[in-house]
């Protein structure tokens, strides 16, 4: 496991942005990601409009936008949408819209797939319920979450800007949605910043067509 956010300790410290992108610039696709979109695949969908909430360096929406999907790519950092346009082939970049903007600002559009790795326990907790039931609002029928978020015995737990969920809540987050694939990490591991305890749950869910 690598943190995938800059997470800073101290409260007048903002995180290093930029050092953070040269640092996960030219990884591959994470996990969570290959195995959904493999899910996705065998389900026999190809292409719509896919969403990434905190596309960082832009890996993942590259791959989105080379299967074949419109992106709309959303992140609240100025670098990371200077890295992705830079990263972006001139052919995709009809596919592409990029907004710089937390993802609790934003009302999402009706959307085929939303992927968000390592970025919705960053959405502040007086704003998570409501972000996350106009989320599954815009979640077309037949379409798909590939997500994670943080449990409530990360050791980032603690922090009141941040959303952390026990199991029984993610459940009823995902009421209605044909789970396709939850997994859950509890243990220690290496992150940007430094080691830690990692309490994360992975989720591949769809919205029942009809």
């Known amino acids: 496991m690598t943190d995938e956010q800059p997470r800073t300790d101290g409260a007048d410290e903002a995180p290093d942005w930029a050092a953070y992108y040269r640092h996960t610039l030219g990884r591959e696709a994470r996990p969570l990601f290959a195995r959904g979109m493999g899910l996705v695949g065998a389900m026999g969908v190809e292409s719509g409009q896919a969403i990434e909430v905190g596309f960082g360096d832009g890996t993942e929406t590259l791959a989105l936008l080379a299967d074949g999907w419109q992106v709309l790519a959303i ?95 993610l459940l009823t987050m995902l009421d209605g949605l044909e789970i396709l694939d939850l997994a859950e990490e509890d243990a220690d591991g290496p992150a940007f910043s430094g080691p830690k305890h990692w309490h994360v749950f992975d989720v591949v869910a769809r919205r029942p067509a009809g």
């Open 75 to 169: 992140d609240p950092t100025l670098q990371a949408a200077e890295v992705l346009r830079s990263r972006v082939p001139p052919d995709l970049v009809a596919r592409l819209e990029v907004r710089t903007t937390a993802a609790q600002d934003l009302v999402l559009p009706p959307f085929d797939l939303l992927y968000a790795g390592y970025a919705l326990s960053f959405v502040a907790p007086a704003a998570f319920p409501g972000w996350w039931a106009g989320m599954r609002a815009a979640l077309r029928s037949g379409g798909y979450l590939v997500v994670n978020v943080f449990g409530d015995r990360d050791t980032w737990a603690d922090d009141p800007a941040m959303t952390f969920v026990d199991r029984a809540t």
